[in-house]
């Protein structure tokens, strides 16, 4: 095991059955669909002339994507995604029915605003009113026009939410003067959704009549319409207030202009003095959407005609930025946001309309990733009226300006800045990942969601957004709170990310949030107040250099920008004299270990939304680490493992010169590589140096020996490491010589560095362990030539051939390829481990080979002849096939396993295991036990071997640590010199496996948990109880019975249950069989 | 027990004079295990290690039923003169003399099958009337067998080597090997460049004129060199026909590139890999 790399250790870390008990009775349960074949075109087929037709579409293919199959690709996923036919119709149909019902809507008496008794109690206003007194009065008059808007009309709304905007135009007579002001016309808006609605609820067209904001902006309530039955999932009619045109003067709105009077706002009878009103831009914008949306859906209907691209362009970039969960929430990017800019992109002529889908998103992506609108915004508006407000003044007053045809509006006014630049980054990476040949962009920027967790590095939750109160309280954001009608989420969010990335500056590339997001609301409900958007979830990617760093190293304490270092970081900034001399503030963290360093920015997070948002710690979720307890190990010590395996390498480093420079060695050493996994970092629990109690063994003749009346000794790995030895003539030529050869110098070995270096040494036939600095190396000796050896055969024309042995591909694996495995694993290790469950499984096994490019050491004519040698021999191939630089034809490291069940079973966990992680990690409120994924479930084995704890030599390695630990007659030292030699390699339940496999490997599957597991797992395989024809060589534990007077043999379970006793001496409590699982 | 009793007459009721006989480990199992025993027949005659009629062929040995306990067992039928167990029945291997006390070693694996050479062969008919009787014991007061920690700990002592040992055994190999190697080297020397009864002169890479190796790789290496030859020589795009080639070859390419990905798609969609979320 010591060598094996870290895909197949994966996947022995806990019993693993194969999946379903439709696989153990001989039936599989996935469909069996062939394996791909080469494509075979008669040889007429292939050369008869093309016609025109076909002619253009092959050079299409050629010219507007990138290969036929992206082409073929798209077009799938466009009939997935889009709105069939026959649907519309009966969309149509509906939309009708309620255009006819909403002109019978009776009139009302006009009334006072806050008189709100005219309405049933059945139906709440669904706005937020406060305060509630209000000036103005409202009367219910139908609606003087009815326009179904958006993308229902231009054919691009995407499933899974087929949605049809209406827009009801509230007649003129409804409002009054200053109805702008002080949220009069929200109010008369709500009013007036909430008489509809109340109308509508009687009717039985309907399934559902609901309220719900729009985009979660709780200044825009909207009514969700939803048809009667079947079709209640098919589709959500929005019904959108809006004024009549010219109600409004468009001046009244400009970003500078205030429209919430403090006084109001903050209930004071009489306005202040002599104080300016501020600016209210996000309430103005509010108004402004409704008063243009007939004139975008016009704007946009003219940019769609001749274009067919700009549909399935659409229905891309909307799939896009639903994987990324970036179109839902406060602030998002929304469908109408990306056509509007792709119309924009139009007018610029950065797209034209003989594009294709695929064109469309690229230029658009490429744009994206280009331009930062919340610097330089953008307008669509077309003569530069220069009354209008200029681009600065939307700047002023918003983080990103996107500003529509009329010059009025921000269509970004909403969104954050930290929101854009995730949407840049996205935008980025996935024109980096088009432009990658090697990679399927298709699978990567189309179908596969990426959630928060898996996108960044550590997560974080704010569990009671109602603290963000107080951060508006402590901020003094009393202004933005008017602007925003008193929603403290949305004003103080910008705030605490930018507060964020200030902190983080150079650690992290990317602070981002979550969007905070409102459900819809039946209409006899009040309307959800701010905090229930639930949790806030931050994001944030690191720069790796600099994310673990524990100095924040500030001006010199004399220039004038100390005292602003001064009061960022509080009391945490101190004065520090650095090696050149300078007296500096700076911020010191305090982290000893390099996991404890990794969660520096928790500190940091902590300490700056206390200091300066006012939120307590425990309000905070931090999620960056919490698998790593799993890896975590004794009680001093604090760290996963690095250290100790930085202290190994140290010594191996060591061992490797002195073995260079050995003197007396008749042949010289050409290589030191070593092969643990410790060596590459990746060790799961790194030894640790350690010195054995004489007194816990038995001794003779100065070699200790486990003792059979105490525990079993703690286990010490030895480090395997190769040597090569110079190739020379004084070599033998013969398999068995060689052996012999090395076994001598594996004794030379021992003698040379027990005399010039003072080791103890310990040489055996195959190996050499070493005891050095506490640690045990196992020193192996190879001969380049070896494994050729090993395969030569002589043809009978007396030709030379080489072929593959069984000895001969292990003895390469060990000595040729496995030194090549290196570390490639960045970032947090947690995001690390949830990615690489993701890619169990959802990587298509069958279909596809999964090329490792390490360090780009393939091109593109070698990716694309592995997978076409992939498909072609498919068949003879591993289930799991891997490819690398070094390895690119014969997965040499899955060869053996997974076997397509254990790899069925370990995709099924895998899903399983990051469903039930992403739950965990995501909900904060609840009790998260992340080690839950990794303790398997027991009670779909046959039967269970229970371990004696005492015997298992790593008991302590186990995912919930044992409570009380037992001596295992080890105790930590590096600097002991002459002793005894340690008991190494020792490990009864892997002897005790190693004899259950080889003796009832056709019958059964075992699984352990070698990391400390106290069960054996143990599962008949499906055909072993089929009962055999009677022959010699498959008597193994069976026994002869007659079964219609043929001689058959069946398994001898009773013995085989006694067997597993038996073999077990001393380590196996108790055999646990579920017979009522099996019949013979 | 009754089903052991209905294997034995199924297998005698067969022709084959199989016996089955019924081996626990100790005292306190319950359920035994069944030694299948047969009198080894040999077809050619070729296997000399296992002499018929004197050899019992015995299948079903348990794991932890060594040649010594097999032997102890059958050891009340009759002088027991060898036990050879392996994994699966075929002829016997004459045993090297030389067996190294640290190299090849095999150490058994699983249920194995055994033959046990008797001295005379009434023992082998005696052998077969044990299946009339009670369960036979592996593992007695008398003669204990090891299992699983006290095993372990034993082959964890054995597994250390004495150093001195070793290094003798290695000399003594490594020098008859060189003496194999120089004897073989003087024949080939002597030989070297003289005409067999036929007159055919060996040739190898020792002489004064090398020839090519006899190798796989060298043949290869050859053709490899020839074709490459042969494309230099070759002009392409020169007629007019050759350019009409290459345009339709293009096409064909296309085409095929084109139907392999549609067979990928068709693939895909059964798969149901085209729903996004």
Redesign the interface.
Same mark, same amino acid.
């Given at each position: 095991m010591a060598g094996s790399p870290e895909a197949a250790e994966e996947a022995e870390q806990g019993p693993e059955p194969p999946a379903g008990d439709a696989v153990r009775r001989g039936k599989r349960a996935a469909?069996t669909?062939a394996a791909?074949?080469?494509?075979k075109?008669s040889r007429a087929?292939?050369?008869k002339p093309?016609t025109s037709e076909e002619?253009t579409q092959?050079k299409e293919?050629?010219d507007l994507f990138h290969?036929?199959?992206l082409r073929?690709?798209i077009e799938?996923?466009l009939?997935?995604?889009t709105l069939k036919e026959t649907k519309k119709k009966r969309i149509d149909a509906f939309l009708h029915e309620i255009n006819s019902l909403l002109s019978t809507i009776p009139k009302t008496p006009e009334t006072e605003l806050t008189d709100q008794t005219w309405l049933s109690k059945d139906v709440k206003v669904p706005f937020l009113q406060v305060p509630f007194s209000v000036k103005g009065r409202f009367h219910f008059v139908p609606p003087a026009e009815l326009k179904v808007v958006g993308s229902y009309l231009l054919g691009t709304c995407v499933r899974?939410e087929i949605n049809v905007d209406i827009a009801v135009t509230m007649p003129r007579e409804i409002f009054q003067d200053k109805d702008n002001l002080n949220q009069r016309y929200h109010r008369k808006r709500a009013l007036y959704l909430s008489h509809i609605a109340q109308h509508l609820s009687k009717e039985k067209l309907f399934g559902s009549v609901k309220f719900a904001y729009m985009n979660s902006n709780h200044l825009k309530p909207i009514l969700l319409l939803r048809p009667q039955g079947k079709d209640e999932k098919m589709v959500t009619v929005r019904l959108h207030a809006c004024p009549d045109s010219g109600l409004f003067k468009p001046s009244r709105f400009y970003p500078s202009k205030n429209n919430v009077r403090t006084a109001w706002f903050m209930e004071q009878s009489t306005p202040k003095e002599g104080a300016t009103e501020p600016p209210t831009p996000h309430y103005n914008n509010s108004i402004l959407c409704d008063t243009v949306m007939l004139s975008h859906l016009h704007f946009l209907s003219n940019t769609a005609t001749d274009f067919p691209g700009m549909k399935d362009g659409l229905a891309l970039l909307k799939?896009w930025l639903?994987?990324r969960q970036l179109s839902k929430g406060l602030g998002c990017f929304s469908g109408f946001l990306v056509s509007m800019l792709v119309a924009y992109l139009l007018a610029k002529r950065k797209i034209v309309k003989m594009m294709s889908g695929y064109q469309v998103l690229r230029s658009t992506l490429q744009f994206l990733a280009a331009t930062d609108l919340s610097v330089t915004g953008i307008s669509l508006a077309q003569d530069a009226d220069p009354s209008l407000p200029s681009l600065d003044d939307f700047h002023q007053a918003f983080e990103v300006v996107f500003v529509d045809p009329s010059g009025l509006v921000n269509l970004c006014a909403d969104m954050t800045a930290s929101k854009y630049h995730q949407v840049q980054f996205e935008a980025k990476h996935s024109m980096e990942i088009l432009d990658d040949r090697m990679v399927d962009g298709f699978q990567v920027l189309?179908?596969t969601?990426k959630p928060m967790l898996r996108t960044f590095d550590h997560v974080f939750h704010l569990k009671h957004v109602s603290k963000l109160q107080g951060t508006c309280k402590k901020m003094q954001l009393l202004n933005e709170l008017m602007d925003r009608g008193g929603n403290y989420v949305a004003a103080a969010l910008p705030f605490v990310v930018s507060l964020l990335a200030r902190g983080l500056s150079q650690r992290a590339q990317l602070v981002a949030h979550s969007l905070p997001q409102i459900p819809e609301w039946p209409i006899d409900a009040e309307p959800p107040k701010h905090k229930d958007v639930g949790p806030l979830t931050f994001g944030l990617l690191f720069v790796p250099e600099f994310a673990a760093s524990t100095l924040e190293k500030g001006p010199q304490a004399d220039h004038p920008e100390a005292l602003e270092f001064r009061t960022f970081w509080g009391d945490k900034s101190e004065l520090r004299r650095f090696q050149d001399g300078s007296i500096c503030e700076a911020v010191v963290w305090e982290a000893s270990t390099v996991c404890q360093k990794r969660l520096i920015p928790e500190q940091i997070i902590r300490h700056l939304l206390k200091l300066h948002a006012d939120i307590p710690e425990s309000s905070i979720c931090y999620t960056g680490a919490l698998l790593e307890s799993v890896i975590k190990t004794g009680k001093e010590a604090q760290g996963t493992g690095e250290e100790a395996m930085v202290s190994v390498v140290c010594s191996y480093d060591d061992l490797s010169r002195k073995l260079w420079n050995l003197k007396e060695l008749p042949l010289t050493v050409t290589a030191v590589q070593g092969v643990h996994p410790a060596l590459r970092y990746t060790d799961v629990f790194p030894p640790i140096p350690m010195k054995p109690v004489y007194s816990f063994y038995n001794k003779s003749k100065h070699?200790l020996? !486990?003792?059979?009346e105490k525990p079993?000794p703690a286990y010490i790995t030895p480090l395997k490491i190769i040597c090569h030895m110079e190739g020379s003539g004084q070599w !033998?030529q013969?398999k068995?010589?060689i052996?012999?050869?090395k076994?001598?110098f594996h004794?030379r070995l021992?003698?040379l560095l027990r005399q010039q270096h003072q080791l103890v040494c310990?040489?055996?036939?195959t190996h050499t362990d070493v005891y050095k600095d506490g640690y045990i190396f196992r020193l192996q000796v190879a001969y380049h030539r070896e494994p050729l050896i090993l395969k030569e055969v002589v043809t009978p024309e007396?030709?030379?051939?080489?072929q593959d042995t069984e000895e001969s591909r292990q003895l390469e694996l060990e000595t040729l390829h496995l030194p090549y495995l290196t570390s490639s694993l960045h970032g947090s290790p947690q995001v690390g481990f949830l990615r690489f469950l993701n890619l169990l499984a959802t990587f298509?096994w069958k279909?596809n080979p999964l090329i490792v490019n390490l360090n780009t050491g393939l091109t593109d004519a070698e990716c694309t002849e592995i997978k076409n040698k992939f498909v072609a021999a498919r068949s003879h191939l591993p289930v799991m096939f891997l490819a690398t630089p070094k390895d690119q034809g014969s997965s040499m490291w899955t060869r053996e396993r997974p076997s397509a069940q254990i790899l069925q079973r370990l995709v099924l966990l895998a899903l399983e295991s990051l469903r039930a992680l992403e739950e965990q990690l995501m909900a904060p409120l609840s009790d998260q036990d992340v080690k839950m994924v990794f303790r398997p479930p027991l009670d779909f084995y046959d039967v269970l071997i229970h371990l004696n704890p005492k015997?298992i030599p790593r008991h302590l390695e186990s995912v919930d640590r044992p409570v009380k630990s037992v001596s295992r007659g080890v105790v930590k030292n590096s600097s002991a010199m002459n002793i005894l030699f340690p008991?190494v390699d020792?490990d !009864?339940v892997q002897?005790?496996l190693q004899?259950l496999r080889?003796?009832?490997?056709d019958l059964a599957l075992f699984f352990y948990d070698k990391h400390g597991g106290e069960v054996i797992a143990v599962l008949w395989k499906p055909l072993s109880f089929k009962p055999l024809p009677?022959k010699?060589?498959s008597?193994?534990?069976?026994?002869?019975?007659?079964l219609n007077n043929e001689?058959v043999c069946i398994p001898?379970v009773?013995?085989i249950?006694?067997?597993f006793e038996?073999?077990?001496?001393?380590?196996?409590k108790s055999v646990e069989a579920h017979t009522e699982k099996w019949t013979i | 027990s009754a089903?052991?009793g209905?294997?034995v007459a199924?297998?005698s009721?067969?022709g084959a004079s199989?016996a089955?006989l019924a081996v626990k480990?100790a005292e306190r199992?319950?359920? *035994?295990?069944?030694l +299948?025993v047969k009198e080894h027949q040999v077809r050619e005659g070729a296997d000399t290690a296992h002499p018929p009629r004197r050899t019992l062929f015995v299948?079903?040995v $348990?794991?932890?039923c060594g040649p010594d306990a097999l032997s102890r067992l059958f050891s009340r039928c009759g002088h027991v003169q060898s036990v050879d167990m392996c994994d699966?029945?075929g002829p016997g291997e004459k045993k090297d003399k030389l067996t190294s006390k640290?190299?090849?070693h095999k150490t058994p694996?699983?249920?194995q099958?055994a033959y046990v050479v008797f001295r005379k062969a009434a023992a082998v008919q005696a052998a077969k009337a044990l299946s009339k009787e009670g369960p036979l014991l592996i593992s007695t007061k008398s003669h204990p067998v090891k299992?699983?920690?006290?095993?372990? %700990?034993a082959s964890?002592?054995a597994? %250390?080597?004495n $150093?001195k040992e070793?290094?003798a055994e290695?000399?003594a190999?490594?020098q008859d090997?060189d003496k194999k190697?120089a004897e073989e080297e003087a024949k080939a020397a002597k030989e070297e460049g003289v005409p067999d009864e036929e007159g055919w002169v060996k040739v190898t890479r020792k002489g004064r004129k090398p020839g090519l190796?006899?190798?796989?790789?060298a043949?290869l290496r050859v053709l490899e060199k020839e074709k490459q030859k042969r494309a230099r020589k070759e002009l392409l795009n020169f007629y007019a026909w050759q350019h009409r080639e290459t345009k339709?070859e293009h %096409?064909?390419q +296309? &085409?095929?590139?084109?139907?392999?990905?549609?067979?990928? %798609?068709a693939?895909? &969609?059964?798969?149901r890999?085209? &729903? *996004?979320?």
């Open positions: 469909p669909a791909p074949q080469p494509a075109l087929e292939l050369y093309p002619l092959l293919t050629e290969s036929s199959l073929l690709q799938e996923l009939k997935e995604v899974p799939v639903n994987q189309l179908m969601p070699l020996y !486990p003792s059979e079993c !033998p013969d068995g010589a052996k012999r050869i076994a001598a004794l021992a003698e310990r040489p055996a036939v007396g030709m030379l051939k080489y298509d279909n015997q008991v020792y !009864p002897l005790y004899e080889d003796a009832f490997d009677f010699a060589s008597m193994k534990g069976r026994k002869v019975t007659t001689l001898n009773e013995a249950l006694e067997d038996i073999l077990g001496e001393g380590l196996v | 089903g052991n209905a294997g199924a297998a009721q067969n199989l089955a480990f199992q319950r359920s *035994p295990h069944c +299948l299948l079903n $348990p794991p932890y699966k029945p640290f190299f090849d694996k699983g249920f099958v299992t699983g920690i006290s095993k372990w %700990i964890y002592e597994s %250390i080597v $150093p070793l290094k290695v000399d190999y490594m090997y190697t190796p006899r190798t796989e790789a043949n339709r %096409i064909a +296309l &085409r095929k590139k084109f139907e392999e990905d549609k067979q990928r %798609i693939l895909m &969609r059964a798969q890999k085209f &729903r *996004p979320y």
